[in-house]
């Protein structure tokens, strides 16, 4: 058996069942033994981060790991954004990448030559290059175990193509037990027991699988008795929210509105999440804003298992056995008119189907959008964790691989989608019921917002044409078109209404341009 | 003074007076300050693999550094890629990268922060963080030095934000003195001219300057009188030719194909070049392909004057003042019919202008395409240096930018050009004279040569799908015009001589699919 053959069967039989690969010379044999698995699936991107956005959005949605498969350092790097976002989501993911035959590296003056390591280790909590075939399969089941170690990991595996092609593999590696989520001690739910029957202003900071369905119910119950906030950070990995779910509140992006939002707090419980920073400084604004004589303290850290904790605790403050779940409200249509990311919100919300997972990196349209969603019917958001854009689309890719009963929804900034838009071509080619909504507002108009915000002043033309999408506007529709994605454009709520609902109501990929 | 305005001024001062850019909110102060030098070109892009590319085709025909303008880690991990191919080409870039300001960078937490200098290190052969606004203005002298030390180096400049905005500098800082190519020893000269009169079969590899218009010229001489073989290898950065040029040979792609053509050498003197080796490595194939007994030797270093060099070899072996340049033939027009790649060369041979400049990622369609164009009227080709696919179409951008007055021409694969598309967006704002045309085979059509020849065997359907692009087919038309360039499809060698004519003849972007 070849290495190639014996790595696929060890992630194979390690629970790891699609690849996004978009392969080159150097992984020919990996390729190839993809085909000899049955049960493997192998999901083609035109680009990388559309292959390593694809990786987060699944684990998100999963909670395994994918493969991707890679070319070289170069293919690597160019997944590294989204590779950077999954890192901060903290998803398990297994790269691997190609490298050169090992009698071929020494020639550092071959093209494709590059500090392989140096490009793949900023991204990865486990680096490895296997030695030869006999070592691909047990390194393999290595990268599996390191992926999947709570909360979960970046594992890169480097594979020089003489260790795929080798044939003195000797079969696949038994697979290795995983580190799961680490139980709480008795101590630190005590702890937190007591703290929130202490009187005091107390809000539970959550993420990872607190804020999923089960996270979210237990913090419900807590809430319920004790009257404590619940609360995630701007761009948690993934919340299940909406009706019959209890509320998690989402802090605001700046630092001001911030420092509102927390202000009163005498305790913040961290559950799996680490203490509030804001996104970016400013001159004379906060980044750390917890308030001042705030006590900080964890209930579970990204490791542990943050459910178990919550129920716990739960049940040592003697809390009801349900808290209290969103009420359904079916937004009502917005007013005839110009769109704005309000309407939009309250267009999603009403036709929005349950079981829904949407992918959000609308930047500034973000905020009016979510106004109605919080109501709307139950579904997973997947937000931009690390913030490194162009996450959505892909990311969007990646879930409906993972639950593709479910209808995956991407909104997008333009400026944002134009890093990743390959993607459409893969809701194509896979057939995917995956609707894209690009929030069309011909700037990177975040941009502007911090431009002022960051006290850069005196700005001319040439420093507003850096934000500015209009020379020549992007045509979505087109764009779409061009990579076999069904397209139209709404300029109005009520255009945008029809469109939108048709597309809820009908499988398959879709664009709609929102012109904002 | 800020920071920022200190380093831009700097850096103009320096000689750097186009920016490649796309900016974040870390880099507002910076894009602010572009406003205020005047002369001073900023250029979007709307990936980064766009701005890095465009760098990089700029920095091969201006002979000097642009800067680009990334946003943190995940920027520019993002251009990662094509820095790899500049990299290889030996050109010179200065990376302008924002940070979070240093009381910020402490909270590893916050979503954007990275190991920056992980991120960058593995391209950049000189790579600073700026530690301060008083110290903007010196490092930014120092990247425009390290950019420009002979050959050309990637330079990256990390300036966090308060560097940027905090007012304490003191204003640009002084030029440095460049450390230009040095010259070559008397001994060496005279070593290469004894073995050119030693009767042995010989040939000179060359690189870089060697192969830009003087160096081919003095090459010529030395080719005149001593029949020596002019060669470059296959990914040259940049070669002068066509009518009027001596003629120096491509060496091919594949080993075999290599072993033949150097068959028979008992000399070959590298002139800015390193030994061949090949791209890849086969099983059973050699990766080191200098005939055995063929003696290696350099005239010049890639840091050393290579044509001061030849000129020097060339008087000292007596020989005439100017080479045999290549004869002008006009190509005919291609038998009508479907389009392969030796027609579409016959068609861009017979209607190309003097002077234009061609950025090559074709991949499996160059090398037909090649045949004609050797003997056209004079033009620079650009090939794809480290092998990053994804190339062309931004080198052309930035080629564009260094020389407007001449046609630039980017040759892509349309698995490569699908990797950055976006570039056609800054082709259109800035109304460039560039002309794409894309090789539409349907497929990474490469891969399907490799797959056979790395030995994989036993392929199956699933392997196949990874390098079929036909499922759907990307609409080159369609994309181009989302994207603001007029485009046309061409599917026989009638329709492309009809649209390539009028592309040549007329200004502005535009798009050509060919339908291979």
Redesign the interface.
């Given at each position: 058996m070849n290495g190639a053959d014996s790595l696929v069967q060890t992630l194979f039989h390690s629970g790891v069942d699609v690849c996004f690969?978009n392969?080159?010379?150097?992984e020919?044999?990996v390729?190839?033994a993809?085909?000899?698995v049955d049960g493997?699936r192998?999901i083609?991107g035109?680009?990388e981060?559309v292959v390593t956005g694809a990786a987060d959005g699944y684990a998100r949605m999963a909670g395994k790991p994918a493969a991707t498969l890679l070319h070289l350092?170069?293919?690597l790097?160019?997944g590294?954004?989204n590779l950077?976002n999954a890192r901060?989501a903290a998803v398990p993911i297994v790269n691997i990448v190609g490298d050169?035959?090992s009698?071929?590296s020494m020639?550092t003056?071959?093209?494709?030559s590059?500090?392989i390591h140096?490009?793949c280790?900023?991204?990865s909590h486990w680096l490895h290059s296997t030695a030869s075939a006999r070592t691909a399969a047990s390194d393999a089941a290595r990268a599996v175990q390191a992926a999947r170690a709570a909360p979960g990991q970046i594992a890169t595996l480097i594979v020089p193509?003489?260790a795929a092609?080798s044939d003195d593999a000797e079969g696949p590696a038994p697979v290795l037990p995983v580190l799961g989520p680490a139980p709480v001690s008795s101590e630190a739910i005590d702890r937190v027991a007591k703290a929130l029957l202490a009187g005091k202003k107390t809000a539970l900071l959550m993420r990872g699988a607190a804020t999923h369905r089960a996270g979210a119910e237990a913090a419900g119950r807590i809430a319920a008795k004790s009257g404590a906030r619940l609360l995630h950070d701007y761009?948690a990995p993934r919340i299940t929210r909406g009706a019959g779910v209890p509320r998690i509140e989402r802090i605001p992006y700046f630092a001001e509105n911030i420092v509102e939002f927390l202000a009163g707090l005498e305790q913040i419980v961290l559950v799996g999440a680490?203490?509030p920073?804001?996104?970016?400084?400013y001159?004379g604004k906060p980044?750390?804003v917890t308030p001042e004589g705030c006590e900080l303290f964890y209930l579970a850290h990204p490791h542990e298992d943050a459910v178990a904790a919550l129920n716990a605790v739960a049940d040592a403050i003697g809390a009801p056995k349900k808290g209290e779940g969103v009420a359904l409200v079916r937004s009502g249509l917005p007013p005839k008119g110009a769109l704005n990311s309000f309407s939009m919100g309250q267009v999603i919300a009403r036709f929005l189907p349950e079981g829904a997972i949407i992918s959000d990196d609308a930047v500034t349209s973000s905020l009016g959008m979510h106004h109605s969603l919080v109501d709307a019917p139950m579904h997973d958001i997947l937000y931009?964790?690390?913030?490194?854009i162009g996450g959505a689309l892909p990311m969007a890719t990646g879930a409906a691989i993972a639950c593709p009963g479910r209808k995956s929804i991407a909104i997008s900034g333009d400026?944002a989608a134009?890093?990743t838009?390959?993607s459409l071509?893969t809701n194509?080619?896979e057939k995917q019921d995956v609707v894209t909504i690009i929030c069309a507002n011909k700037s990177y108009a975040?941009?502007n917002v911090?431009?002022a915000r960051?006290?850069?002043?005196?700005?001319?033309?040439?420093?507003l044409?850096?934000f500015d999408?209009h020379?020549?506007?992007?045509?979505?529709?087109?764009?779409a078109?061009?990579?076999?994605v069904e397209a139209t454009s709404a300029a109005t709520s009520e255009d945008f209404a029809i469109q939108f609902e048709d597309a809820m109501k009908t499988r398959g990929p879709r664009l709609i341009e929102a012109v904002l």
């Open positions: 690969a392969p080159g010379t150097s020919m044999h390729v190839a993809l085909d000899r493997m192998a083609l035109l680009f981060g350092g170069p293919g790097a160019n590294i954004a950077h901060k050169h035959a009698s071929h020639y003056d071959a093209p494709l590059s500090d140096g490009i280790r900023p991204v193509a003489d092609w761009f680490p203490p920073v804001t996104f970016f400084a001159p980044s750390w931009l964790t690390g913030g490194a400026g134009a890093m838009l390959q071509w194509a080619r975040v941009l911090e431009l960051t006290g850069a002043s005196n700005v001319g033309p040439k420093a044409q850096m999408l020379n020549p506007e992007l045509d979505w529709v087109a764009l078109r061009g990579m076999g």
